[in-house]
């Protein structure tokens, strides 16, 4: 079973790299130093890709040598600024992060799926993130969801499962200044998309704290 | 009562531009030819703006002379393909012109707001839109109502209103090959802001066919 993870150098991206069961795993990430270093301690395939360049995306997936039954896309950032602050740079790596990223991995990934192939693409819950300064995130989110209603439509037989944990302690959160009290574990919300990977496929996968 | 209609110089703009009440009327589009003509014919400012540059939109506000009472976004694109036939020149044109221009004629354009002063999105119905082909518009028009979920909450007391029309002939379609049957003409949208802005403001307003 071959996997990609993009995003793979922090949050749930890297608990799930390090929660995967063991066989051929590709991580991609922004960050070198600390893809690489993740990458020989999970015996994994760096590819290192910025999300906001298409070219990198295709060339991500030209340089895979097994078709893939797993890529789960966990890439994302929040930068919250108010509609009326709004600065080109953070719309722009918001944007680029969230959705225009996740467009090009299906454009460039479907072809790469193997037979049965599944993608994951972490969301995000409106009735949580509906909230000041979080407009692009929000929106982002709000158009992925959306991108992958018509992506199904288009690409039938293929399961595309939106991801949508709780609010989660990840890096994420160091741009906002705090973690949400009683946030989820990046780690829950990994063992939960592996869980998934082992039972049928289905096109939301909510993943609820059930420690509480 | 001063109104600026963006994305005049066709369809649902264009309509709105010609029933509009006669007052103070500003029109923006980026078809300089057409826009002119439009303006002369019904005595309002041009004002050439291209959507897709934030410069563009900051100095079409600051050219005001006026606070505005009234600011209907019509502008909008569909340029339909397929997910994995996306070209970054389609993808661009349709995010800018449904999702960017938007957002920053609202960073813009709420500081130039009058007091009770209102702004109108034309955005698309969920339902009508989650179809093949249509992947950056339906996910364009979802991130704009989002966007305007949360700008409401840190724009307390402005009114925005999402305007969520059925299947209207304009222009658009020629985009796609063929008006769907039964579409809504422009000018009934028109007649629908019209008199929505002479009555109490809310977060969306559904226009729908009584003819039937």
């Known amino acids: 079973m071959a996997t990609l993870v993009i995003g793979a150098t922090g949050g749930i991206g890297e608990a799930l790299a390090r929660a995967w069961p063991e066989e051929a795993l590709w991580l991609s990430g922004r960050n070198e130093e600390r ?27 030209d340089s895979l040598t097994l078709p893939l039954d797993t890529v789960v896309y966990a890439a994302g950032t929040a930068l919250p600024e ?12 918001v944007w680029n992060a969230n959705y225009f990223g ?14 049965g192939g599944r993608m994951y693409f972490v969301g995000a819950r409106p009735e949580l993130v509906t909230a000041r300064g979080f407009g692009q995130y929000a929106a982002s989110k709000a158009a992925l969801a959306r991108l992958l209603d018509v992506t199904r439509l288009e ?15 990840t890096p994420l959160w160091t741009q906002v200044g705090r973690t949400p009290k009683g946030a989820m574990s990046a780690g829950t919300v990994a063992q939960a998309i592996v869980a998934d990977r082992a039972g049928a496929g289905q096109p939301e996968l909510r993943v609820e704290d059930t420690a509480g």
């Open 82 to 93: 108010p509609v009326q602050g709004a600065t080109p740079d953070a719309v722009r790596r």
């Open 102 to 115: 996740a467009m090009w991995v299906l454009k460039y990934g479907l072809p790469h799926l193997a037979d």
């Open 155 to 169: 690409a039938r037989g293929r399961t595309l499962t939106l991801v949508l944990p709780p609010a989660v302690d």
């Open 35 to 61: 893809l690489d270093a993740l990458a020989t301690e999970l015996k994994a395939t760096p590819l290192r890709a910025d999300l906001g360049y298409e070219s990198h995306i295709r060339a991500m997936f």
